[in-house]
């Protein structure tokens, strides 16, 4: 393997080039005011993210509608939302003009919160265990397709540089791409039907936006590890099939999409295959495959952002079996993984919360002063609970507020 460190080299994605492989994944972290704007919790996140160097950085799952929130506090890209958002980029830029700053546009469909909000399902059979969302028919599809365009637009008046069009994580776009979704409808029940959700919102959007500088690109579950979930055979087998998944990926690329950012799993499905856990790390070296078969299936132009290196951190954590722990870090992954093509640039979900200054760091050969993710999860804990969060080893006053959650429980 070459001696540079590639993760710190540059990469052009959508025309627009950055000057490292290192991505903010999209951390949803229920801090916005009550009208979906960003608070001052949601830019001092931010802040740090931009600071810290990340050559693309993902605004979290942000909701087109008030009504399909998936916490109390999501963020929301509505007209109402167009001023704040506006002003949120301009200052975020002024700390880095340089990044690439995408809104990973959502709709949560049946995993919307049951209480908060009124989740929707798009299958006249439930997925188990969501009876409760409400079934939905075409003509409500097409408002919300309407509001998923929409927000591409604020976004992009809001100064953005582009949009995610998320289709990953057992959200309303991922529903709607599952063999599960077997109902004969206008998309449900065969792959090509269900694949149009995807292609009709990215030519609209991309007509709609109508400039040819807006990167749009998505997150997509390769492998959703449920029965009938995305990337397997069939509504009722688990059976592992990517070839809708790489027919996706491929569709979105000729539709000019310029990124994918690889998923697998659904955090309220299959939680460690979509984020390691600690006690089992080397779940994350299956998403090293499915980076693998993107790569494979797309042009060199369109790049693959790979998911899940938070834990591989600096060799330390002692879980990994089989593996000399300098063999084992996030500067050994990404770099021979950058190498061997299997990947373009990595996403760091929960590491960015525990410092979002791994590449600054890094350039400045301080390697040493990085708060590595401890792989604890107590982010998804704050999230779950209804609380503002981010990382509580390293904040204390989070500490603090993690210990009144955990009293509450
Ligand atoms: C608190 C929390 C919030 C998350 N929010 C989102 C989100 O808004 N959108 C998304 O696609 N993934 C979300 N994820 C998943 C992460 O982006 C990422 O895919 C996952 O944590 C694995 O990457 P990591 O090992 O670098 O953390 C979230 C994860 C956590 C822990």
């Known amino acids: 393997m070459t001696n540079a460190n590639l993760l710190l080299t540059p990469v052009t994605i959508g025309g627009k080039t950055i000057q490292n492989r290192f991505a903010v994944g999209a951390m949803e972290c229920n801090d916005s005011d009550d009208e979906g704007n960003p608070s001052d919790a949601t830019y001092a996140r931010y802040e740090k993210y931009f600071a810290g160097g990340s050559g693309f950085i993902s605004l979290e799952a942000i909701t087109c509608q008030r009504e399909s929130v998936s916490s109390l506090h999501q963020l929301s890209v509505t007209p109402t939302n167009a001023k704040p958002l506006e002003k949120f980029v301009r200052h975020l830029k002024s700390i880095n003009k340089d990044t690439i700053f995408v809104f990973q546009l959502t709709h949560s469909g049946e995993v919307g919160h049951p209480v908060l909000s009124k989740p929707v399902r798009v299958t006249e059979e439930p997925l188990y265990g969501y009876e409760h969302a409400r079934l939905i028919g075409e003509s409500e599809v097409a408002v919300i397709m309407d509001q998923i365009v929409e927000g591409a637009k604020i976004a992009h008046a809001a100064g953005a540089d582009g949009i995610d069009l998320k289709l990953c994580t057992g959200y309303l776009g991922a529903q709607i791409l599952r063999p599960f979704n077997k109902g004969n409808w206008k998309y449900g029940g065969s792959w090509e039907k269900r694949r149009q959700f995807a292609f009709d919102l990215t030519e609209r959007i991309m007509k709609e936006v109508n400039d040819p500088t807006f990167i749009i690109g998505s997150k997509v579950t390769v492998y959703?590890?449920?029965?009938?979930?995305?990337?397997?055979?069939?509504?009722?087998?688990?059976?592992?099939?990517?070839?809708?998944?790489?027919?996706?990926?491929?569709?979105?690329?000729?539709?000019?999409?310029?990124?994918?950012?690889?998923?697998?799993?659904?955090?309220?499905?299959?939680?460690?295959?979509?984020?390691?856990?600690?006690?089992?790390?080397?779940?994350?070296?299956?998403?090293?495959?499915?980076?693998?078969?993107?790569?494979?299936?797309?042009?060199?132009?369109?790049?693959?952002?790979?998911?899940?290196?938070?834990?591989?951190?600096?060799?330390?954590?002692?879980?990994?079996?089989?593996?000399?722990?300098?063999?084992?870090?996030?500067?050994?992954?990404?770099?021979?993984?950058?190498?061997?093509?299997?990947?373009?640039?990595?996403?760091?979900?929960?590491?960015?919360?525990?410092?979002?200054?791994?590449?600054?760091?890094?350039?400045?050969?301080?390697?040493?002063?990085?708060?590595?993710?401890?792989?604890?999860?107590?982010?998804?804990?704050?999230l779950i609970s209804q609380e503002g969060g981010g990382c509580a080893a390293y904040d204390p006053s989070l500490a603090e507020k993690l210990k009144e959650i955990k009293r509450r429980q």
Not at 255 to 284: F, N, Q, W
Not at 303 to 312: A, D, E, F, T
Not at 313 to 337: C, H, I, M, S
Request: hydrophobic share 35%.
């Open 224 to 382: 959703e590890g449920i029965p009938g979930g995305q990337g397997s055979a069939g509504p009722d087998t688990a059976l592992m099939d990517l070839t809708e998944s790489i027919d996706l990926v491929r569709g979105l690329e000729e539709r000019g999409v310029s990124y994918i950012i690889e998923a697998a799993g659904a955090p309220r499905h299959t939680e460690d295959l979509s984020k390691t856990d600690r006690t089992k790390p080397y779940i994350g070296y299956l998403h090293f495959y499915f980076q693998n078969v993107l790569r494979g299936a797309l042009k060199p132009e369109t790049k693959v952002i790979g998911n899940c290196y938070s834990l591989y951190r600096d060799g330390g954590l002692k879980t990994f079996p089989a593996v000399k722990p300098e063999n084992n870090t996030l500067a050994f992954w990404g770099n021979k993984n950058i190498q061997d093509g299997v990947v373009d640039l990595v996403s760091l979900g929960r590491q960015s919360l525990a410092d979002p200054s791994v590449p600054k760091k890094m350039a400045e050969n301080k390697d040493a002063e990085i708060k590595w993710c401890i792989g604890c999860d107590n982010c998804t804990v704050f």
